[in-house]
């Protein structure tokens, strides 16, 4: 294995501090390949140096350097039989995974562009041309590709991206509009899939193999048709790419954006061309964690290097874990279309500036209970597990579930358990609250369930024959911390938003494996000392 490249000398750290503190990324988003990376850290490094929000990026840093240090032991404690051995394991399970490549299904991913931005531009024709960002002071859900080119991005908290654009707008968030305009975008998809998968509210994957077969049309002409007929019906443009598989067709809706298309060819050579210096990072289900972890310890940055360093990859991870970072070098994916199932849960939350006003927190609670009622009811859903999520001032994070006898779904109902729940954490200074609602009254087969009726689980769970909950407090547990808590469209990041995800997606990697190394959140937490994981910047 190649030795990882030398980290940066004490004394250059010491001259440049900002070039290690990593939080801001510039590269990841379409739009802003020509920013100045090194500028955009040093203003958030100097922007945020003692705030609560540098302490908190300091932790995080530090737990990914112990990872890579234990990794790195870890390696050098392979023997050259251990070494031998795993290659073989590498070699052969490559080989397996080869024999299932399907090349049969044409999938295009359609992705929106900067489309809350868009929407508001679209609203008002005054913010054409100008740097703008949807959000506010606070923190930013979005910005438009004019914004994009001074290193502005979603998930920037607002003031930073002052900073870097003087002149930028802020326009409030409109989830309503931005819903409406989702709306639209989707029944032009059901016309080329009626079982299309809508990712979020502005993107979705789409298996186009039958309509490309029953129209004698090739995939590229059906992208540009499906393309063309969004923006005729919205006055919004998207972007698209097509592929084998979906994970490639991902990748391949950003290379041509905005308002572009990219077609793979659905053969292999073009496959390992195309993968073979594609950046990790690029990957849906790598993000930065995962992208320093396999770069620290392994020395891979490309999809290529996977493969090279495959052996390493089954020594140190688990089974599925890398099958995924070997299926990634071998430009695999999904092909098949998955079942619908119905939703686990329906969540929204809200960022805003740090306060310990309870009056204010009251009021926040009060809109999410409502967003949430009318979210369920549309829908026809009651749950009876409902989850407080809160992020406090110094960015710790706190999960609080209580689980009712009764199915609710209405404002009132929701209101009066969540107020239970945070007056338990009262008095505190917050900067995000969210609500999350779980164990709807559907099972598995779509019929409506008895929330009275025992099953063994209920029993093994509880630990009680009564069925009753030990405890109504508790943290949010893995059978409520799935991947859904909260999406944002624009960027997988939990900014102000509804999850709007109808499909229960599976992490590529095994929750076991790195802790899991793309929670973003590494946060020490008072009660029990040990790291949370939770899935979105601050």
């Given at each position: 294995?190649?030795?990882a490249e030398?980290?940066?000398s ?9 070039q290690?503190y ?5 590269n990841?988003?379409a ?11 040093r ?6 140096k003692?705030?609560?929000?540098f ?11 112990q990872?890579i240090?234990n990794m ?13 051995h795993y290659?073989?394991?590498a ?5 397996e995974?080869?024999?299932m490549?399907?090349?049969s299904r044409?999938?295009l991913h ?7 931005a868009a929407?508001e ?14 959000g ?5 859900s979005?910005?438009?590709?004019e ?11 607002g ?5 870097l ?12 509009k931005y ?12 016309k ?7 990712a979020?509210?502005?993107?979705a994957y ?10 004698d049309l ?9 393309r063309?007929s ?14 084998p ?6 990748v ?7 308002n ?12 390992m061309?195309f993968i073979s210096?594609?950046p990790?990072?690029k ?5 930065k964690?995962?992208e ?8 891979i940055?490309?999809?290529e290097e996977m493969?090279?360093?495959?052996g390493f990859?089954?020594?140190l991870?688990?089974r599925?874990s ?5 299926s990634?070098?071998?430009g ?6 998955p079942?619908v199932?119905?939703?686990k ?7 805003f500036?740090a306060t ?9 609670l009060?809109e ?8 369920m009811?549309k829908e026809g859903?009651?749950?009876r597990?409902?989850t407080?999520?809160?992020k ?6 706190r999960?609080?579930?209580v689980t009712m ?20 954490e009262?008095?505190?200074s917050l900067?995000?609250i ?7 009254n559907?099972d ?5 369930s008895?929330?009275?009726?025992k099953?063994l689980?209920?029993?093994i769970?509880s630990g009680?024959a009564s ?16 991947s ?6 624009e960027n997988d ?5 509804h999850e709007?995800?109808?499909?229960v997606?599976?992490d590529?990697?095994d929750?076991?494996l ?7 959140n ?7 000392g040990?790291?949370?994981?939770n899935?979105e910047?601050?």
């Amino acid at each position: 294995m190649e030795k990882a490249e030398a980290e940066p000398s004490a004394s250059a750290d010491s001259a440049r501090p900002w070039q290690s503190y990593t939080t801001v990324y510039t590269n990841a988003k379409a739009g802003m390949d020509g920013v100045d990376k090194e500028k955009v850290q040093r203003t958030v490094y100097e922007m945020s140096k003692g705030s609560k929000y540098f302490e908190n990026e300091e932790r995080k840093e530090a737990f990914i350097r112990q990872k890579i240090d234990n990794m790195r032991a870890r390696c050098a404690k392979l023997s050259a039989s251990d070494i031998s051995h795993y290659q073989m394991v590498a070699d052969k399970r490559i080989l397996e995974l080869e024999a299932m490549r399907d090349l049969s299904r044409i999938w295009l991913h359609v992705d929106m562009d900067a489309f809350y931005a868009a929407v508001e531009t679209l609203d008002n024709p005054s913010l054409r041309g100008r740097p703008m960002a949807v959000g506010g002071m606070s923190m930013i859900s979005t910005a438009n590709y004019e914004a994009r080119k001074f290193g502005v991005r979603a998930a920037m908290p607002g003031f930073i991206a002052r900073k870097l654009c003087p002149e930028l707008i802020f326009v409030p968030t409109d989830f309503k509009k931005y819903t409406y305009y989702s709306d639209l975008t989707r029944k032009v998809f059901q016309k080329y899939d009626p079982n299309f998968m809508a990712a979020s509210l502005d993107e979705a994957y789409l298996d186009i193999t039958e309509v490309c077969n029953e129209r004698d049309l090739t995939s590229g002409e059906i992208a540009e048709e499906l393309r063309t007929s969004v923006h005729e019906v919205t006055g919004l443009t998207c972007s698209a790419g097509v592929a084998p598989n979906r994970l490639l067709a991902k990748v391949c809706s950003d290379i041509n954006k905005p308002n572009g298309q990219f077609v793979l060819p659905s053969n292999r050579m073009a496959v390992m061309t195309f993968i073979s210096s594609l950046p990790i990072r690029k990957i849906g289900g790598i993000g930065k964690v995962t992208e320093h972890i396999l770069s620290g310890v392994f020395g891979i940055n490309t999809c290529e290097e996977m493969l090279q360093k495959g052996g390493f990859l089954c020594a140190l991870f688990s089974r599925s874990s890398a099958d995924f970072f070997l299926s990634v070098g071998l430009g695999l994916g999904k092909t098949d279309t998955p079942q619908v199932r119905f939703r686990k849960s329906i969540s929204n939350e809200r960022t805003f500036s740090a306060t310990d006003d309870t009056a204010l927190l009251y009021q926040k609670l009060a809109e999410l209970s409502e967003m949430l009622s009318i979210d369920m009811q549309k829908e026809g859903l009651s749950g009876r597990t409902l989850t407080l999520k809160l992020k406090t001032a110094s960015f710790e994070v706190r999960s609080r579930a209580v689980t009712m006898q009764k199915y609710i779904c209405s404002r009132e109902d929701i209101l009066n358990h969540a107020l239970k729940l945070l007056n338990a954490e009262l008095p505190l200074s917050l900067r995000l609250i969210g609500l999350r609602m779980s164990h709807f009254n559907e099972d598995k087969d779509g019929h409506l369930s008895d929330p009275t009726q025992k099953t063994l689980a209920n029993f093994i769970i509880s630990g009680d024959a009564s069925g009753k909950n030990v405890g109504e407090h508790s943290l949010l547990g893995s059978d409520t911390s799935d991947s859904h808590f909260m999406v944002d469209p624009e960027n997988d990041l939990s900014i102000d938003n509804h999850e709007t995800c109808h499909y229960v997606s599976e992490d590529p990697l095994d929750s076991n494996l790195l802790s899991d190394l793309d929670h973003c959140n590494f946060n020490l937490s008072n009660n029990s000392g040990k790291i949370d994981n939770n899935n979105e910047l601050p």
